[in-house]
Every structure is written in structure tokens, then in C-alpha cells.
């Protein structure tokens, strides 16, 4: 078996644009696996290898490899940076021990650095810093060193020292080997000297060594009383104070460099191996009960003699068939052997196991724990499962996806691409779980549903190109839903009498606001047996089902309680059916009375813009009827907070760049439902009646 303390799971991940897809290409080529850098630029990237990503210079789906350096196995997962494909970030979080976190060196810490940042928080992943692109106008390390602590509130720790600025950026000082690592001009990884320190640095490299000293000491008591007495630590005892601060989160050791110069990435590596966490030095993933979601207390503990236990992560389509990407946490898995999934309770063969290499691949007979591998031709595995031994069932704690807040109708140009569509719609919607499809019972009409504009755009450019099926796109939609604003007491009853059996059912029961994010919650108070216990379900039945579709404009129903007091009942001809049917006529009944109510999904919208052309910003998100939050000055521009409803922020970045002359940036995530204005309703309304009227 392999030697698991050899072992690195680690994600690349960052804003759009820090350089990810650039570094990940670079240790490929410093590992050995690739022999010319392919560049984003050029459409030639190893991980970039969809059309839309050579394309768009952007990564869309994230990507895996394997490498080794230093006689270590490094499984790198390539993550995408934009927003709209945040999921991707946030599901190869769950299934890594360590990532590096890449900053622009001008940029430094954008709006989708800090999501990414917080998702990783969430899932304790310990990460490596790299301050990526220090060769560009503007970059400055130290300004992004500040930014992370005072923007992300995070602790850096430095390791190195760039030498030259921008145009003359030449290389690094190691602090702790106090050595300057100097690359020539040609371009290539391999040509640096190791060279004495600068003399105009001999200072801050003093300065800055000292501060690393005393921060990675504090993770050994002996040490740090050794250090206040003057006896300063051996390198290999500063090296092991820094590996356990960094897998417990107490600080982030700093590199920085330029990948696309080829400098400073070697630095980078070493680090993975010296500093990130095995398999086996991570807190194992917790085990959970089926039913409840629970934690159980047990834990997959990181080991080949454990029973089986891995996570499916993610799901990829590509020209072999489906393939299962798959995380192993515990024991070990064999091409042909039979493993249970959990979440459907039925049993899968173990086809093909294949190592990834972005999109190329070597066929596995055997993995192990910690490994990242791919399955071939599995039927109904989806994101989030779980699979395990089938004599000791278990289920990891699953994944947690984000609601899409945007939608669009299509329709195949061609009716005979209507199937067609259907069986390419369902492969992307296994593969991606923030994209989801429905069909409006209406108008026949399919809906898709996404993260945003971007994210769809590229769903359908997707079925377009590699599904061949040509879309019409209707406009952008956005996803309301209906509340209530007053408590009622209300009585309805349904009767029936038309040869044969009867239909009988008369409820008493009051309907009031519920709390925010509590969805639909029905209780029974009735006493006396005035509505039999039998009959409560189908109460409860006959009002949900009406929740999806509002009174106002047929938009699902948010936050609504109902209680049932009393009723009446006819020995004969009350059944369950009855009584399913008053609640629904009840909820038609009713709903208009208790000051129904339009809600609109409100974004956390974050606006970056150079300083001369802050007014127009904000002034034009105040005519969107967005809030502004906060303003923060930066050394390039400013930041601007705000809360926007959905509604107003379609094709915002046209408009953005059109005000900052180019230079403006913004990204946006759903934030919460609240109440529209009554000029908003109206039009929403009259406009849902109207639609509803041509069909």
C-alpha cells in the first residue's frame, strides 16, 4: 500500500483572473507531466479543456490531475473563479486536505476571493497563500499581505520576499534559509541561482524573519521559552511549528511570484509538501444518520484497513461515457468489486478506475484511502453520494447546494430536438447541481435555472456545441415568491352530494405570517374528534400542495403557518379526499385576506470601481433600488456594498463598464427574499395574469 504521509490533496483557487489555471499549468511542467506549457491565453491550457473554457480564457468546471515532486503523490484540483461557478469551488473544498489561495499582486483581495475564502473556512481547509502576477503594473506584495489580514481577517504568515517591482521583479528571498532565489530572462522554471541577499534587503529580511520566528514558535511551548531566553530554533523545528499552525488554521504561510514568468512556483511546492496536511493529519469526515442529517459521533477514519467509505463529488460527461469523480476516505476499492450507495440503498459494479490527468487518463485496478480517482459508466450515483461496503452502510455528511435565483424559458428550434434536449438537459444537471430545469405545466414551456446570467449563458452554449440542439432563449426571469402579512381565523367547508357517496369535509383554522426561512408549517388542535386524527395529513396535504402557486401570480408561497382548531365531519362521506380538497379551496379562500404579499430574492452586490467614478455607481444603484451597505477605500479603486433586488440587475455589467469606462468589477450572490414595492407588484402581477391569460 501506498505510504499515505506522501499524500497532498490540494485545490488552486481564486478570483477570476488571479492566475490559477496559469499556476496549476506551471506544476505540471515543473512535476514532469506536461512538456510545454500550454497558456490560457492561447486557448491551450491542460485543465482548460472544455471549447467554452479555451474560448473565454475562463475556467468553468474544475479540473483534476496528479504529479509528483519530492517524492510526494500531489492530487491538484483546478477550481473556477467566477461566481456563477462558485458550487465548483465549494464541492472540491469538501474533498481536499489543503489549498492555495491565489491573489492578483495588483488586484489583491477581490469580492470572489473572500467567497472562496469563506467557504474554505467553513470546511477547515488549510491553505498556502501565493501572491500571484508581481511582474504586472501596480502589484505590490505588501499591500496584499495587509489586505488579507484586514479584508479577509485572515493571519498571513510571510515567507519569502519578492526582489524588484513590476517590470524589474527578478525573483525571491527564503527568509528562513535567508537565500535569494534569482530566475535569468529566459522563461524557463530551471534557471535560477540561489544568490546571497540583496544588501538593500539584508534589513526587511531581518525584520521580516524575526516576526516568522516568533509567530511559528508559538506552536511549541519549549521552544518559545528557548526563544525568549536568545537561543534561536533549528530550521527543522521552525518547519514543524509552521506545518502544525498551518493545518490548524492559526495562520496561512505567504509565497509570492509569478507563474506566468515561471518564478517563484518551486517555492510553492516545496511548501505543499513541507507545510499542507496528508490524508491522515486532517480531522476525519464525520459519519451522519440516513434519516435526520445528524452527526452520529462516528468518523471516517483515513486508512486502508478501514471498511470502504468515499464520496462521489462530482459527475462529468465527457466523449468515454460518465465518469464519477470519487474522493476515498476510508479502506481500499478494486476494479470489480460490488459497492452499496448509501443514499439509494441499491449495490454498483466497479467498472473501470481511472487516475485523471485533466482529460486524459491511466486506467487503476486498485485506490486506497486518499485518493482522488475517477469511476467509469456509473448508473445512479449522484453529487453528495455516498458509497461504502455494503456489510457496513454508512452515509458522510452530504453537500449543501445554493438555490438558484435566475431563470430563462427554451424551446428546441427544431421539434424533432425535443427529446434530444431532454436526455442532454438531464446529463448537465447531474453533472452541475446549482443548475436546475422544470417544466411550467402551463405552457409546456422548459425552464432552466441558474446562478446567473453568465452560468446560463454557458448551459446553453453547451447544448448548442457539444449536444448539437439549437435553443431559443426567452428573457432572463427572476425567481419570486408570495408571503402573507396578516393572521386570519377562517371556515370552509366542502360537500358534495351527486349519486352514490357524498364528498363531506368542513374545517375551522387560522393562517398567520411564519418566520423568515421557515418555509410551510402546519399543526392540529383540534379536540373532541371533531376532525378524526385520520383526516389531519390530508389537511396538511391539501395546503401544500397548494404552496407552489401563490394567489397573486402563481409564484411559490413562503413562510405561511396554519393551524387547524375545529371542523366537522360526516360519518359517511368524509374521507380523506374531502378533506384534502377543502384545504385547497380553504387556501384560495383565505390567502387574499391575510394581505398577500410579493417578495423579490435581494442580492449582496459587490461593486469595485476606480475612485473618479464612485458617484456614478452609487448613484446609479440607488435608481436600482439597491441599498448601499459600505465604502471601502482601496490602494486601486473602491468598494462598494449593497443589497439589489434580482429584477434590477439584469445585464448590470454592460452598464458597469459603460460608467467606469471599462475598469469596473462586480459580482453578486443571493442574499434573501423581501417585500417588493407595490408599483414592482403590480407589474409583476399584471403581467403573470396576462401571460396566463394567452396560454
Not at 358 to 376: P, W
Not at 676 to 689: G, R
Request: aromatic share 8%; charged share 25%; hydrophobic share 35%.
Amino acid at each position: 500500500m501506498a505510504d499515505l504521509s506522501k499524500y497532498r490533496n490540494i485545490g488552486i483557487f481564486a478570483h477570476v483572473d488571479a492566475g490559477k489555471t496559469t499556476t496549476t499549468e506551471r506544476i505540471l511542467k515543473l512535476t514532469g507531466q506536461i512538456h510545454k506549457t500550454g497558456e490560457v491565453h492561447d486557448g491551450e491550457s491542460t485543465t482548460d479543456f472544455m471549447e467554452q473554457e479555451a474560448e473565454r480564457g475562463i475556467t468553468i468546471q474544475s479540473a483534476a490531475v496528479s504529479c509528483f515532486w519530492n517524492g510526494h503523490r500531489l492530487n491538484v484540483i483546478d477550481t473556477p473563479g467566477h461566481v456563477d461557478f462558485t458550487v465548483e469551488v465549494y464541492r472540491s473544498l469538501k474533498v481536499l486536505d489543503g489549498g492555495v489561495g491565489v491573489f492578483c499582486g495588483s488586484g489583491g483581495v477581490e469580492p470572489q476571493s473572500e467567497t472562496n475564502w469563506r467557504y474554505a473556512n467553513e470546511s477547515e481547509v488549510s491553505r498556502l497563500i501565493f501572491v500571484n502576477k508581481l511582474d504586472r503594473m501596480g502589484a505590490d506584495f505588501y499591500n496584499v499581505v495587509d489586505q488579507v489580514k484586514n479584508v479577509l481577517g485572515a493571519n498571513p504568515l510571510v515567507m519569502v520576499l519578492p526582489i524588484g517591482r513590476e517590470d524589474d521583479f527578478v525573483g525571491v528571498v527564503d527568509l528562513l534559509s535567508r537565500k535569494a532565489y534569482v530566475w535569468d530572462d529566459s522563461g524557463l522554471p530551471e534557471n535560477y541561482e540561489i544568490q546571497d541577499v540583496p544588501a538593500d534587503m539584508v534589513d526587511d529580511v531581518e525584520q521580516y524573519r524575526e516576526e516568522l520566528i516568533e509567530t511559528a514558535v508559538e506552536q511549541d511551548d519549549d521552544l518559545m521559552e528557548a526563544y525568549m531566553e536568545g537561543e534561536e530554533p533549528s530550521i527543522e523545528e521552525i518547519k514543524r511549528c509552521i506545518r502544525k499552525g498551518t493545518r490548524d488554521l492559526a495562520f496561512f504561510p505567504t509565497f509570492c511570484g509569478s507563474a506566468f514568468k515561471n518564478k517563484g512556483v518551486q517555492l510553492v511546492l516545496d511548501a505543499v509538501v513541507d507545510y499542507l496536511p496528508a490524508p491522515t493529519e486532517v480531522d476525519p469526515q464525520p459519519l451522519t444518520d440516513k434519516e435526520t442529517g445528524e452527526p452520529t459521533g462516528e468518523v471516517a477514519t483515513v486508512s486502508a484497513d478501514e471498511p470502504l467509505r468515499a464520496l462521489a463529488f462530482k459527475i462529468m460527461d465527457d466523449r468515454f461515457g460518465a465518469l464519477t469523480f470519487i474522493r476515498i476516505y476510508s479502506g481500499v476499492m478494486n476494479k470489480g468489486d460490488t459497492i452499496l450507495n448509501a443514499a439509494t440503498g441499491k449495490t454498483e459494479r466497479i467498472g473501470r478506475m481511472v487516475e485523471m490527468q485533466a482529460d486524459e487518463r491511466n486506467e487503476l485496478t486498485t485506490a486506497q484511502a486518499g485518493d482522488i480517482i475517477a469511476v467509469v459508466g456509473m448508473k445512479n450515483v449522484q453529487t453528495g453520494h455516498t458509497l461504502c461496503d455494503p456489510k457496513h452502510e454508512c452515509t458522510l455528511e452530504p453537500m449543501i447546494f445554493p438555490e438558484p435565483v435566475i431563470s430563462i424559458a427554451v424551446a428546441p428550434k427544431d421539434k424533432g430536438s425535443t427529446e434530444k434536449m431532454g436526455i442532454a438537459i438531464g446529463k448537465m444537471v447531474a453533472e452541475d447541481p446549482s443548475f436546475q430545469v422544470e417544466t411550467d405545466e402551463d405552457s409546456g414551456e422548459t425552464i432552466l435555472k441558474g446562478m446567473g446570467e453568465l452560468h446560463l449563458d454557458i448551459k446553453v452554449d453547451i447544448l448548442k456545441r457539444t449536444y448539437g440542439v439549437e435553443l431559443t432563449v426567452g428573457a432572463p426571469q427572476v425567481a419570486y415568491r408570495e408571503t402573507i402579512t396578516q393572521a386570519i381565523e377562517d371556515s370552509y367547508t366542502h360537500k358534495k352530494q351527486s349519486g352514490g357517496s357524498g364528498q363531506f369535509g368542513k374545517i375551522d383554522y387560522r393562517i398567520k405570517p411564519g418566520e423568515p426561512n421557515s418555509g410551510f408549517t402546519f399543526s392540529s388542535t383540534v379536540v373532541g374528534g371533531n376532525v378524526p386524527k385520520e383526516f389531519w395529513p390530508a389537511v396538511e396535504k391539501g395546503f401544500a400542495s397548494m404552496m407552489d402557486n401563490g394567489v397573486l401570480a402563481g409564484f411559490p408561497t413562503l413562510d405561511v403557518e396554519v393551524e387547524l382548531f375545529d371542523g366537522g365531519f360526516h360519518a359517511v362521506d368524509s374521507s380523506a379526499i374531502a378533506f384534502e380538497i377543502a384545504a385547497k379551496g380553504a387556501f384560495r379562500q383565505s390567502m387574499p385576506k391575510a394581505g398577500a404579499q410579493l417578495l423579490e430574492p435581494i442580492m449582496n452586490v459587490d461593486v469595485f470601481t476606480p475612485e473618479d467614478h464612485v458617484g456614478d455607481v452609487i448613484g446609479d444603484l440607488n435608481r436600482r433600488r439597491g441599498m448601499i451597505k459600505d465604502q471601502q477605500a482601496g490602494a486601486t479603486g473602491v468598494r462598494i456594498k449593497a443589497d439589489v433586488p434580482l429584477s434590477e440587475m439584469f445585464g448590470y455589467i454592460g452598464h458597469l463598464r459603460t460608467i467606469t469606462s471599462g475598469r469596473g468589477q462586480f459580482s453578486m450572490e443571493f442574499a434573501h427574499y423581501a417585500p417588493c414595492p407595490m408599483n414592482v407588484a403590480e407589474e409583476v402581477i399584471a403581467k403573470a395574469k396576462e401571460e396566463k391569460e394567452n396560454k
